[in-house]
Each structure stands twice: as C-alpha cells, then as structure tokens.
C-alpha cells in the first residue's frame, strides 16, 4: 500500500479555545482485548454479551492511515497505537510500516498489556515502531492475575517485555496504582525497573469510564507516591521534555535512572493538553473523558476529499473547551457526573 505524504502548513494548524495546538493522536486500533482489568474492561460488563465493535466498523489500515495523514496535516507529530489490547490486531506492523515509512510520522509508539508482546517485538521494531510502553501492575503472581482480571502470569509479560527490549526498542512500564490492592508494591516495582534502566510510569486511578467503580479513596496521589519511593531512593524533578508531556518525572539521585508520576486526577493538566483520540470505528474525541465523538471514518467513507476531512477535523479542534479533568471536582461535589465512553473503545 503506498499513501503519498502530507503538507503541513504551520500557518493552517489549528489550535483550540484555550490556545492548546493538535500535536499527539492516540489511534485505538481495536476495542477487544485479552484481560479484563477491573479498573477498565471488568468482567461483569465487558462479558460475552458486551457489543463489541462488528469488524467491518473498524478503520481498515488504508482509512486508518488516510485518517492519520488528515492529523499529520494539521500539525500531528506523534502517534501512540492502543486500545483495548493493539496486539490482537494481526495487520499491526503493516500499520506502523505506513504510518513510519508512507506517512514519515516523527514518533510511532505503542502501549500493550505485554502478552502477546514475546512473539511480535522483533517484527514491530523491524516495520518501525519508536518505543513501546507496557502496563505492569503488580510482580506478584496473585496480584497480578486479579488486576488483568484472567488470572494470567505476570512472568509472561516480563518475557515480552525482555523481549522489546532485546529488539531495541525503547520500553516505559506503566502502573496503575490502587490504594489497597497494588499500593504496598510501590518499592518491589521501582527496584525490579531500576535494575534495568526502565523507566516505570505510576498513573493515578481515574474515572474513565462508567463500570469501574471508582472512588476518589482508592487513588494514589502521585505526591505520595514520590514521597514513598524517595524514602527508598532519593528523587530529584526532571523538567518536562516537552509542552503537553503528562508524566511528572523524576530521577534517581544515584543516578540508575528515572521514573514518571501522572497525576491527572489530583494535579491535572489539561491546560496543556494537545491530545486528539480516535476511537477503532474512526471517531475523533478531544478528551479521555469525553461523552460523544466526531465520526470521521463516516465522513471518509461518504467520500469526503482530503480538503474536506482536514476541514472537517480543524473544524472540531478549533472548537474544543475540554478541560474535565480540572472540572472534575466540581462536577461530581455537584452530583453532575456524566456518562463518558470506555477507556478501551477510545483508546487508552
Ligand atoms: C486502556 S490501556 C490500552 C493498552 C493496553 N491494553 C494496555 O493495557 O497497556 C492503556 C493504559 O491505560 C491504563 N488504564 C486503564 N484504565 C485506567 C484507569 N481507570 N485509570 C488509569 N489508567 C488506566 C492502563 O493501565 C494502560 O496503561
Ligand atoms: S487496561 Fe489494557 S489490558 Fe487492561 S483491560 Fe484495559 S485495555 Fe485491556
């Protein structure tokens, strides 16, 4: 398959209400996955009754990579493929092949559950994939099993992940803390990543969703969390790398490396967010916690020209005001909760 490029016209890039440009997409590849995380796809209502998306909604790669060339038009530099779980779509490296090779896209990334990471690495990293990012909860068997929620081996995804690294590609552990349940492995983590210059990314618990119960009382502050790894192992703040990076991070003052702490819940960050979404069936979303999107692969597939569909998504990204995570106290002090979409099907 063979796309031509894309001309990137800074003048046309648009920005949003609040002055925030589009410069990251993250691209759900699928809304299936092999675990069952309670805190994002739990059993009781992602069961086999869950109207899973039919395949023929979902972006083929040629829409996929049509729809990318659209943002990398208005100024998208970096791609991040996820879902529910990327590694369940077989056609993943001819994906990452044009997005890298066709579309020239600077930065192509991944981020996986690890567990079917061991057979595919070397193949993502030959089609171009940049770096990968794999969830690790918990380096307890028992633990572990009840976070993914299949009882599955954390020992498994451990391999993929030697496996990433082995292939050279750059790997960044993410870990969703909840108080009660994977807290007390804060210190296990960050010495197990430490002995292999990984870098482990600790995501407070959010309320994506509207099936994972969450309560404010389970979320870790990522002030905590910094302040119990530096009890081990002092910390010394790192600047951000770059405008809109959500991680705080942090370094070892012994210097074995770093880690990165995402406080979205108690210290959020939209002021600075410049991260469109696009859910597996082609809809645009501007927020994590957004209650509709803008149906893209709809408009491509009714024949909109490449004028039209960057029309189209300059349209909705100049009128965005999303800011949920900065509202979010109030909305929920005042009872005014919202349905949002699933994390899985807007890509996490
Ligand atoms: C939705 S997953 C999709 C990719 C892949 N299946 C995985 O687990 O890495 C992307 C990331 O979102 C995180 N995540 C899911 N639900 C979350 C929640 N309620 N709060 C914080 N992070 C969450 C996961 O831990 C994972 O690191
Ligand atoms: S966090 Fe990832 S692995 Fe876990 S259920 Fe969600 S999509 Fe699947």
């Given at each position: 398959?063979k ?22 997409l ?12 309670p ?27 049509r ?16 879902g ?24 192509v ?39 993914n ?18 292939a050279?590609?750059?790997v ?6 909840q ?40 979320v ?16 010394e ?18 210097g ?48 909109a ?7 189209f998504?300059a ?29 899985s099907?807007?890509?996490?």
């Amino acid at each position: 398959m063979k796309i031509s490029g894309f001309s990137f016209d800074s003048m046309s890039a648009p920005s949003d209400t609040l002055g925030r440009p589009i410069r990251d997409l993250r691209v759900s590849v699928t809304d299936r996955c092999n675990f069952r995380c309670p805190y994002c796809m739990p059993k009781e209502a992602f069961g086999p009754d869950h109207p899973f998306l039919a395949s023929g909604l979902l972006m083929t790669l040629t829409e996929l990579v049509r729809i990318v060339r659209t943002f990398a038009s208005l100024g998208v530099e970096k791609v991040r493929l996820t879902g529910g779980e990327p590694l369940l779509r077989s056609d993943l490296p001819e994906i990452i092949r044009a997005l890298k090779h066709d579309l020239g896209i600077a930065d192509v990334s991944l981020t996986t559950n690890g567990w079917l990471l061991a057979g595919r690495a070397a193949a993502l990293r030959a089609a171009g994939l940049d770096r990968i990012n794999v969830s690790v909860d918990s380096l307890d068997e028992a633990t572990a099993g009840r976070m993914n929620g299949r009882g599955f081996s954390v020992g498994r995804v451990l391999e993929g992940i030697d496996a990433a690294a082995a292939a050279g590609l750059p790997v960044k552990i993410n870990c969703v803390l909840q108080r009660g349940v994977n807290d007390s492995e804060i210190i296990a983590l960050c010495g197990y990543f430490r002995e292999r210059g990984q870098s482990l990314r600790f995501i407070e618990y959010m309320d994506v969703g509207n099936t994972n119960h969450w309560s404010h009382a389970q979320v870790v502050p990522a002030r905590e969390i910094v302040r119990r790894i530096s009890e081990a192992w002092p910390l010394e703040p790192v600047g951000p790398a770059y405008r809109g990076e959500v991680s705080a991070r942090y370094r070892y003052a012994d210097g074995r490396g770093e880690i990165g702490v995402i406080s979205s819940v108690t210290e959020p960050f939209c002021r600075d967010c410049n991260r469109a979404r696009l859910s597996a069936d082609g809809r645009l979303f501007t927020c994590l916690f957004a209650t509709t999107g803008w149906d893209v692969l709809g408009r491509l597939r009714s024949g909109a020209d490449d004028d039209a569909l960057s029309g189209f998504v300059a349209g909705i990204w100049r009128a965005r005001t999303d800011r949920y995570s900065e509202e979010r106290a109030g909305l929920l002090a005042a009872g005014a909760g919202r349905e949002k979409v699933e994390m899985s099907y807007i890509g996490g």
